[in-house]
């Protein structure tokens, strides 16, 4: 039930594009993106509901392709606060979210 | 308003122990739900509480139990403490649980196991 994430790991140059993918085996109702920071808590970033609601932060964007049950995570003009481990988080048919393993993000100077 | 706190923030512990970690949600929150993080397994999910009902439980041992008190505060113990339960544990809130609702984590229990 873990959703999976690519790729593990990316390394940027500030102002660089990337893009987080999240899938899942089985029908999603939603679909949550979080950021830790080491040694922080998880920090909600954004929200996508089946049927095409979204909730979250003004300068992240996400996809959510309900058929093929897999979300993207959209981070552009990256900045040296965006490094840290993004992770995605499935809600199913049941009120219990899995995490996928994280993605870690490295922006660089 | 407060946000979720977990004590204590380190723990250390031998084998063959137990331990009880607690969780305080933001005020107004009664669901609390339990994740443990490992390097490269990302958040295992352990158990969600609602109105002092546990509803989910993850794939870990029965080593493994949690409850909620009327005050929506949570705790979990392991008992008979492995090499392996080393982690950090952290806790997450959220007003009903609801599948649209944002989580609101804690710092985290850090616990290892000698």
């Known amino acids: 039930q873990q959703p999976v994430q690519s790729p593990q790991a990316v390394i940027l140059r500030e102002g660089e594009d990337a893009v987080i993918n999240c899938s899942s085996s089985?029908?999603?109702?939603?679909v949550h993106w979080y950021r830790q920071k080491h040694g922080e808590a998880p920090v909600f970033l954004m929200i996508?509901?089946?049927?095409?609601e979204q909730k979250g932060h003004e300068k992240i964007s996400a996809s959510f392709n309900e058929k093929k049950q897999q979300s993207s995570l959209y981070l552009t003009a990256s900045q040296l606060s965006y490094s840290g481990t993004y992770f995605c988080?499935?809600?199913?048919?049941?009120?219990?979210?899995?995490f996928g393993a994280g993605t870690r993000l490295t922006v660089k100077p | 308003k407060a946000g979720v706190t977990q004590t204590p923030r380190y723990l250390i512990k031998t084998r063959g122990q137990q331990v009880t970690l607690s969780c305080s949600p933001i005020s107004g929150h009664r669901s609390v739900s339990w994740y443990q993080q490992t390097p490269g397994q990302g958040l295992q999910f352990l158990f969600e509480y609602f109105s002092e009902t546990q509803r989910n439980k993850g794939n870990f041992p029965g080593r493994f139990s949690g409850r909620q008190f009327s005050n929506s505060r949570s705790e979990m113990n392991v008992s008979t403490l492995e090499l392996g339960d080393s982690a950090l544990y952290l806790c997450?809130?959220?007003?009903?649980?609801?599948?649209?609702?944002?989580?609101?984590f804690g710092s985290g229990t850090q616990l290892s196991v000698l």
């Open positions: 988080g499935t809600y199913h048919n049941n009120n219990d979210m899995r």
């Open positions: 089985k029908a999603l109702y939603s």
């Open positions: 996508l509901l089946k049927g095409g």
């Open positions: 997450a809130s959220s007003h009903q649980g609801d599948r649209g609702e944002k989580l609101f």
